[in-house]
């Protein structure tokens, strides 16, 4: 009898065609798409249509367009987080992992695809993000008279940070649904952290230095370096790190939450 391939792209094929064979992937995107661009399109009509008008300290205009398109990242990095979770602990909720192994005995190696699936899933929903962020919100700054700047490098040079930082966030699920099987225990995590307990910890770390610069680290701060706009560090005054490092603290998550996870969770017996 022979035995089964176990390559890297037989393992990808396979994770590929789980994701696409479920409705878990467009309906994320769906949503996500539809939050980013009533974001985008909000913030575009009020500090491009009113801002001239409000009071207090205005955004300079060739700032704004950047800080509109952002976010794609800034609020809809919550969905590549989700989507690679949820694709790691619905295996573990319904024992799909079982026949995956037989048919690849090598776990490491079902990891390993799962993981370069799901990049590439996150890159995809980058790029769903910004096109709805990009599109509604260039739309709006043009129709009041600002610059919505898509000739310029510096916007597409954004467009390709903020497409990586997507699929790292992927990933970072991916390290997550990994390291805590249960699919209601890794929503509850996500959507807790993201929405309420990184924010205020990104709010208080604010008012000292020590603790500004610890906070540069959270995963939400890297992200942010990383993209190089957003509308958190355009409240707070920026944040320590350059693109590069906000990048490679993303990928530390993800890396580190996968590994620990693969020698936990992952190597155990399913049944």
């Given amino acids: ?137 260039a739309g709006i700054l043009a129709a009041v008279g600002v610059d919505p700047l898509l000739g310029e490098p510096e916007v597409w040079a954004f467009v390709g940070r903020s497409i990586l930082a997507m699929a790292l966030w992927s990933a970072i699920g991916v390290g997550l649904g990994t390291l805590v099987p249960s699919q209601v225990a890794a929503i509850v995590i996500v959507l807790a952290f993201t929405q309420f307990v990184e924010p205020l910890l990104r709010l208080g770390a604010s008012f000292t230095d020590w603790s500004a610069q610890v906070a540069q680290y959270l995963p939400g701060s890297a992200s942010d370096a990383l993209v190089g706009s957003s509308i958190y560090t355009a409240m707070s005054g920026g944040t320590g790190l350059v693109w590069w490092q906000g990048g490679l603290v993303l990928a530390a998550y993800a890396l580190v939450t996968t590994v620990i996870g693969f020698f936990t969770s992952w190597r155990r017996d399913v049944s």
């Fill in 1 to 137: 009898m022979s035995r089964p391939r176990t390559s890297v792209a037989t393992a990808i094929a396979s994770e590929t065609t789980k994701l696409l064979t479920t409705r878990l992937w467009w309906v994320l995107a769906v949503i996500m798409a539809g939050y980013v661009a009533l974001c985008a399109g909000g913030i575009a009509a009020i500090l491009g249509g009113l801002g001239s008008a409000a009071s207090g300290p205005q955004i300079p205009e060739a700032q704004l367009p950047l800080l509109v398109y952002s976010f794609a990242t800034s609020v809809g990095y919550v969905f590549p987080v989700l989507l690679g979770a949820l694709a790691v602990t619905s295996e573990f909720r319904f024992q799909s992992l079982t026949p995956t192994f037989l048919a690849i005995p090598r776990r490491g190696l079902v990891l390993t695809g799962k993981l370069v699936t799901l990049l590439v899933a996150g890159a995809a929903f980058g790029a769903i993000a910004l096109a709805a962020s990009m599109g509604v919100g």
